[in-house]
């Protein structure tokens, strides 16, 4: 009997260690935390074994574990998070690292890649830091990020500079999802009016040349906007800004997943009336519709549309006595911008056996800028071009400059099987047609200055249509030599075609007669990683950038096209450190060398001219700095240290070689502190500084604008789903300007805004 129980107790023991070990089925979803999107890709572990599984295209996954056992999820820029194995564990968010921000890119080879093994100086913004920023135009976002300096111009127009002079030329390329936005030859340094500010999920900036991949246009930086993704669950939010310089602002998002299928809607609308500045009102539209699916377990179906609507005043600049005494009236009353923009995109990815993936994308843009342009008006009297000139009278143009596209991207990657190469292949094709039309305007001039009104003529200026053709091929190859180290090899080809059709005679303003210009670039780009492991690492390239001229370059003004197209070659070092868990240094030093750069010259007259500029060199450092001493602390630096200087120009007869050129600070720089306090959770605050250097307002090197030190402080605090927030910007009411410049007529400033007091409220309903 005695042996009888003990057989039973070892059945017992026997049949519950079976049943604790017996192995169950475990699945999930891996959302982001922030944005509630899936993340595919990421590693799921069972804990001390090397069984595990990653998350397919819409972040779920599967995979046999006992339940004692422990599941390890994983992804690169992301904390980690260990969960017990449980039959159905529903969503799990993985928050993204406040240190680790530039892990995993994907503008650099279009293909999500780790930061290890991407040659080229890139920074991201992530969607935490956007969301908190509550920004009112991009360049509250884009400054924060090394080496780039956006101009606020106004009601979201802008110039940039990443690795140039304060800049309204066309050497930044700016894409949404990979895609330019606007078609190569009709470059607009005001493009992100056409972006919705509200889809933005993360913002990724290569700073450099990127024409190897990316084509034209990509000399100083490509900024690339990648905008969200439906929601693996149901996601609402309603937000309302304001401030009190007249600026509204209310988002709209709703996003789901139906079965396979996920949609996404976001509706911004801003407008601003009655500002400080007289003739400066502004009102803004823009939607973005994204539906997503996965047609099969390897295929994935993603298509977004875009639209804006956008009018705003056109104020102009201030001269040096208007700036400095705060006399912020306008000389203009009725010059404006109107841009109705409409982007479309459906791209398909399939994901091989082999690690191998395809990828099509089509795209088409419908795309008009209506403009009664401040820069384009020219008085009649000036004392040394036309002394007897009418004082009261001015010229200008009313124009219309409108262009479509059809497009077609195609890539594959194929994984090759010794030394972990890789080799990436593609091509491109852009049909723009476009057109310009402008009529001459002459113009009232008070004897005060101000520009009171205007008289339409049927005088036309220009008229033409240029069928605008650019096809490329890319290749890039990728290995790795030793273990640590990995090579990159890419070339790309372009070939544009301009065929320009002039509706009006060779006596007319735009009077260059019918033809048909040919560009042709070869963009080659050489680089290698060194990666250290645990987040350090080295890289070296060496690349080139191309941009053909501008059409309005080419034709508008013009008799005789003599512009020829830029060149520029990139040298730099850098690298990615992790400093003792608490912090990571990005750090790049280059050299820019520019050859027939285009630059805008204002001529005697008071009109503009573009002209070659012979040989440009631009050399400097960037850096950005993260830094975590306790989990309640953040502190983030970010700058860049440069020289721009003329090698090789002369204008109108004057030589300015060796000189600096104009509008390029020498030290830009831009820091955080961010506090959350654990003991009131959902509560941050941040203080902001931005600083520019001194920098030369003419080629001449006569006259130089001091620069500036601005402060913002941003404060909120978030409770179930509810959040409100405070953004106090130029806290000190500092008197600056976002740009100044001097030429024969003077000295002009664009004033940055006084102290801003912008309050928001937002609610986000999720399950």
Aim: aromatic share 12%; glycine share 8%.
């Amino acid at each position: 009997m005695k042996n009888y129980f003990s057989a039973m107790a070892v059945l017992l023991l026997m049949m519950m260690s079976w049943a604790a070990s017996a192995q169950q089925t475990v699945s999930g979803t891996i959302v982001d935390q922030q944005t509630k999107e899936a993340i595919p890709g990421v590693n799921v572990i069972i804990k001390g074994s090397a069984t595990g599984t990653v998350t397919d295209v819409m972040g779920k996954f599967q995979l046999q574990a006992a339940a004692e056992d422990q599941l390890m999820i994983s992804y690169l820029g992301y904390e980690s998070v260990a969960l017990k194995a449980t039959p159905n564990i529903g969503a799990v968010e993985l928050k993204q690292s406040s240190i680790e921000l530039n892990q995993v890119v994907v503008s650099a080879s279009r293909e999500v890649q780790k930061r290890s093994e991407t040659p080229v100086a890139i920074s991201s913004l992530s969607a935490k830091q956007i969301e908190e920023a509550h920004a009112t135009s991009t360049d509250q976002l884009l400054n924060k990020t090394p080496g780039v300096y956006m101009v606020d111009l106004g009601n979201e127009q802008h110039s940039m500079s990443i690795r140039q002079p304060l800049s309204y030329k066309s050497l930044f390329l700016y894409l949404e999802d990979g895609v330019p936005v606007r078609t190569t030859g009709v470059f607009n340094h005001n493009a992100l009016i056409e972006m919705n500010m509200g889809a933005f999920k993360n913002i990724e900036v290569i700073r450099g040349p990127a024409s190897s991949l990316y084509g034209s246009e990509a000399i100083g930086g490509a900024v690339n906007f990648i905008t969200l993704n439906p929601t693996a669950s149901l996601l609402a939010k309603a937000s309302l800004q304001a401030n009190n310089l007249g600026y509204k602002r209310g988002d709209l998002i709703f996003s789901d997943t139906y079965g396979k299928v996920g949609v996404l809607a976001s509706v911004n609308y801003a407008d601003r009336k009655d500002g400080y500045r007289a003739h400066s009102d502004y009102e803004k539209l823009a939607m973005t519709l994204k539906a997503t699916m996965p047609l099969s377990e390897k295929a994935f179906w993603s298509n977004s549309l875009t639209y804006v609507n956008y009018r705003s005043d056109m104020t102009g600049s201030l001269d040096s006595a208007s700036f400095y005494n705060q006399e912020y009236s306008s000389f203009q009353t009725f010059t404006d911008r109107a841009v109705d923009a409409l982007r479309f995109k459906s791209a398909l990815d399939y994901y091989w056996d082999r690690g191998a993936k395809s990828s099509a994308t089509l795209f088409y843009r419908n795309n008009s800028v209506k403009q009664n342009p401040s820069y384009r008006i020219k008085d009649d009297y000036s004392p040394w071009g036309n002394p007897g000139g009418d004082p009261n009278l001015a010229h200008s143009e009313v124009n219309d400059n409108a262009f479509n596209s059809y497009g077609l991207i195609l890539q594959h990657k194929e994984l090759l099987n010794f030394m972990n190469a890789a080799i990436t292949g593609g091509a491109s094709l852009d049909y723009s047609p476009s057109s310009y039309e402008a009529n001459y305007i002459s113009i009232y001039k008070s004897d005060e200055g101000v520009y009171e009104r205007f008289t339409p003529t049927d005088s036309v200026l220009t008229n033409y249509e240029t069928k605008l053709i650019n096809y490329a091929g890319y290749m890039q190859f990728d290995i790795n030599p030793l273990d640590r180290l990995r090579l990159t090899a890419a070339v790309r080809y372009d070939r544009f075609t301009y065929v320009y059709n002039n509706h009006l005679p060779s006596t007319a303003f735009s009077g260059a007669p019918d033809e048909t210009n040919h560009f042709n670039a070869f963009t080659p780009k050489l680089g290698l990683t060194y990666d250290f492991g645990a987040g350090s690492g080295i890289y070296a390239n060496y690349s080139q950038g191309f941009v053909p001229p501008q059409v309005s370059e080419l034709y508008r003004g013009v008799q005789v096209p003599t512009l020829e197209p830029a060149v520029f070659s990139n040298y730099e070092i850098g690298g990615w450190f992790a400093l003792f868990t608490k912090a990571s240094l990005d750090l790049a030093v280059y050299q820019l060398n520019g050859q027939d750069e285009i630059i805008n010259v204002r001529q005697p007259s008071g009109d503009y001219a573009n002209e070659n500029a012979g040989e440009t060199s631009h050399r400097g450092v960037e850096y950005g700095l993260n830094y975590q001493p306790i989990p309640s602390l953040h502190i983030r630096v970010s700058g860049t240290n440069a020289q721009h200087t003329f090698k090789d120009y002369v204008e109108s007869g004057v030589d300015f070689s060796d000189n600096e050129m104009a509008t390029a600070p020498s030290w830009i720089t831009n820091g955080e502190i961010t506090y959350r306090p654990g003991f009131i959770k959902g509560f941050r605050i941040g203080v902001e500084w931005q600083h520019v250097d001194e920098y030369y307002m003419d080629a001449a090197n006569t006259a130089t604008y001091e620069g500036f030190d601005i402060f913002h402080l941003r404060m909120g605090y978030e409770i179930k789903g509810v959040e409100a927030w405070l953004n106090i910007m130029n806290v000190t009411d500092k008197l600056y300007a976002t740009n100044s410049s001097k030429s024969a007529w003077g000295t002009n400033y664009n004033p940055g805004d006084p102290r801003t007091f912008n309050v928001g409220l937002a609610y986000k309903f999720q399950k």
